[in-house]
């Protein structure tokens, strides 16, 4: 075999180790990333849901693609509660002593 062959087949095989690598890494990365989701939502099932057994065999049932969507859906109602801004109430003097002094009281 002349070098030009040799070089192209050496690149070749390099390239696709690189890409053998890459979603290799990929998958760990996505793998550890839904282990942690699963372990938020049963931690989020305990402290709002008091650890319900049910739930917490439905969380264990769900599939990976099933955790990411809920996080989806419950990072979009986090940015819509963030974004959500209440109106300031202006109230007149005289009753907002009088709500202040039945507060005190």
């Known amino acids: 075999m002349d070098k030009k062959t040799l070089v192209g087949l050496g690149l070749s095989v390099a390239t696709a ?3 053998v690598l890459l979603i290799a890494g990929f998958k760990t990365v996505r793998k550890f990333k839904i282990k942690r989701e699963r372990k938020q939502l049963k931690r989020y099932v ?3 849901l008091k650890g319900d057994e049910k739930i917490m065999s439905i969380v264990d049932n769900l ?4 955790i990411r969507i809920l996080f989806k859906i419950i990072e979009k109602g986090r940015e ?3 974004s959500i801004t209440l109106p300031d109430i202006k109230l007149p003097a005289g009753l907002e002593e009088k709500l202040s002094a039945i507060v005190d009281n």
């Open 46 to 48: 305990k402290k709002y």
């Open 17 to 19: 180790g690189v890409g």
């Open 63 to 66: 599939s990976n693609f099933q």
């Open 80 to 82: 819509k509660a963030e």
